[in-house]
């Protein structure tokens, strides 16, 4: 079992830049896949970014590609999303997932087991 929580979310004009940051607990995260999805209201939660166990294997949904960065420190506990160039259309919230069954960042929510609270960004025009 891997414990999520999120930070770092807030408020920045379009153009400007923002990192996420997502602390996990548990013995299970160096071995864990994460992702970042986010999700507007009545729209489906869509995938954003994964990274491997290792954090050699990185993916990005075409979106955010150039622009968002994930990456992971094991010794913290921690994976990060740096968002660059924020357009409104990347207002979200922001959540980050765990994969304990594979060493690849998967697409598809359902093969997360674990999932942060959220954390809100907003990009004003």
């Known amino acids: 079992q891997v414990q999520l929580v999120e930070s770092g979310g807030g408020l920045v004009q379009a153009g400007g830049s923002l990192r996420v940051s997502c602390a996990a607990s548990?013995?299970?995260?160096?071995?864990?896949?994460m992702g970042w999805f986010r999700q507007v209201p009545g729209k489906k939660r869509e995938f954003v970014a994964g990274?491997?166990?290792?954090?050699?294997?990185?993916d990005y949904a075409d979106s955010v590609k150039d622009r968002f960065t994930i990456s992971r420190d094991n010794a913290k506990n921690t994976v990060y999303l740096q968002m660059n160039s924020l357009k409104p259309e990347d207002t979200a919230v922001y959540y980050c997932?765990?994969?304990?069954?594979?060493?690849?960042?998967?697409?598809?929510?359902?093969?997360?087991?674990?999932w942060g609270q959220g954390t809100q960004v907003t990009v004003s025009s």
């Open positions: 548990g013995r299970s995260f160096s071995r864990s896949a």
């Open positions: 990274i491997s166990r290792s954090g050699g294997i990185t």
């Open positions: 997932a765990a994969d304990r069954a594979r060493g690849t960042s998967s697409r598809t929510e359902y093969e997360y087991e674990n």
